[in-house]
């Protein structure tokens, strides 16, 4: 059974960082990607930014770029996203999957076949 557990969201005021936590278990790890998508009241579902793992290749969404780290730690089975300079409008729940993809479609949602429950973050002014 494939499993995401995403965690490390909360409350922080405008400039600050968040480190988000995604720790995936039953699922192949090799040949995937990871991505972290996010979604606000009343917006779309966005890919911020996203890792294959076997090469490591990283996308970014343009609005997180140089703000945004994504990473993985192989042995802990768990993709990170470090957020740094966050804006109030970085608010969304945010919730990582796993499925097959590659270059353009990395950011794609419908890419992605497991989902986590997702993790709230709050930025406020």
């Known amino acids: 059974q494939v499993q995401l557990v995403e965690s490390g969201g909360g409350s922080v005021q405008a400039g600050g960082s968040l480190k988000l936590s995604c720790a995936a278990s039953g699922y192949g790890y090799s040949g995937s990607c990871v991505g972290w998508f996010r979604q606000a009241p009343g917006k779309e579902r966005e890919g911020v930014a996203a890792?294959?793992?076997?090469?490591?290749?990283?996308a970014y969404a343009g609005s997180v770029k140089g703000r945004f780290t994504i990473s993985q730690d192989n042995a802990k089975r768990t993709v990170y996203l470090q957020m740094n300079s966050l804006k109030p409008e970085d608010t969304a729940m945010y919730s990582c999957a796993a499925g097959i993809t590659s270059g353009m479609t990395m950011l794609g949602p419908a890419s992605y076949n497991y989902w986590g429950q997702g993790t709230q973050v709050t930025v406020s002014s």
């Open positions: 890792i294959a793992l076997s090469s490591g290749f990283t």
